[in-house]
């Protein structure tokens, strides 16, 4: 899959970087997974490693503090280790299953994370929740109030996507494009992963950028790019061992009369590179506004997209 992929993916036209700290924030994030019980010594372990999660952080955030690199390698070694019991361990397989986890990790959301010495609602969701509420604290500690607010609402939304996932799965219902590509947005943990990368950058925007419309579109494209490029990244490994609706190559080929594989995969290739285009026009445009104030946010989104295209090619995690 990642010939096709070379192949029919654009390369996003932005230098790829990496952080100088990544190797040491890979082997800490290991000891911050483990030491939460996210893992253990063993299968998850080396599920874990092959993710490469600090590769993907160092390259999305090449530069910044080690500590806001270290915070953004936990949240994605806590995505991965979330997806993968949802996606590999059966616990996403039905919303009765799911709901009981991510009821308890919402109560840490809802506590903000709480107090590292009174980890109450933690305890109720075991290791998850209680790596959840030590990121909920860090964020806070980084960013104050508008940070954590931000990163528990955007959490929030993907822990309740994948409970829409999981009745998907229930039911074995496939959903349509257009619902596949809203929901994805979420189910990838893209917007929660973009807060802490610009809170890692010193350069978190404030409300009047927030909600400017060019920006909200391009918040939106790039999330859409980083997803659709790990989707056609990832198809083959999802396809081959365990197939699952959830693919925007499955949700294509799932809308077609004829579920042609081949012609879903071109039409993913080329929604991403349409996308992609889109993208490029509507930075041109902010860029063109002179106004430094959203270039901090511009260069995380860039970096981001450039970040999974090249982690893609060499995570074992799609091998």
């Not at 939460?36 to 998850?44: D, E, K, P, S, V």
């Not at 999305?60 to 503090?65: K, N, V, Y």
């Not at 997803?227 to 949700?251: I, R, T």
């Not at 430094?292 to 511009?298: E, I, K, Q």
């Amino acid at each position: 899959m990642r010939t096709f992929a070379v192949s029919a993916l654009r390369e996003p036209p932005f230098p790829a970087r990496q952080h100088d700290a990544t190797a040491r924030v890979a082997r800490e994030s290991t000891e911050w997974a483990l030491g939460h019980g996210l893992i253990a010594n063993g299968h998850r372990l080396h599920r874990l490693r092959r993710a490469d999660a600090a590769g993907l952080a160092g390259r999305a955030c090449p530069e910044g503090s080690v500590e806001g690199l270290r915070l953004l390698t936990d949240l994605v070694s806590w995505l991965f280790v979330m997806d993968d019991a949802c996606d590999e361990d059966g616990l996403g397989d039905s919303p009765t299953r799911l709901a009981p986890t991510v009821a308890a990790l919402l109560d840490v959301l809802d506590g903000h994370g709480g107090r590292a010495d009174a980890p109450a609602t933690e305890t109720v969701a075991g290791p998850l929740g209680e790596a959840l509420g030590d990121l909920c604290r860090r964020a806070h500690a980084a960013g104050g109030p508008v940070a954590l607010l931000r990163f528990v609402g955007e959490v929030r939304e993907y822990l309740l996507a994948l409970l829409w996932e999981a009745a998907n799965r229930e039911h074995g219902r496939a959903p349509g494009l257009a619902e596949y590509v809203q929901m994805r947005r979420h189910t990838g943990g893209v917007h929660p992963s973009f807060t802490l990368t610009e809170l890692a950058a010193g350069a978190l925007p404030g409300a009047t950028h927030r909600a400017e419309p060019s920006l909200v579109a391009l918040d939106l494209l790039a999330a859409d790019l980083v997803c659709w490029c790990n989707d056609v990244f990832s198809y083959g490994k999802e396809h081959l061992a365990q197939p699952d609706v959830h693919n925007l190559v499955a949700v294509i080929a799932a809308g077609r009369a004829a579920g042609d594989e081949s012609s879903a995969l071109r039409a993913a290739a080329d929604r991403f590179n349409e996308g992609l285009s889109a993208y490029l026009a509507t930075e041109a445009a902010l860029l063109a506004t002179g106004d430094d104030g959203l270039r901090p946010a511009l260069t995380a989104r860039r970096n981001w997209i450039r970040a999974t295209y090249d982690w893609s090619l060499t995570a074992a995690r799609y091998a």
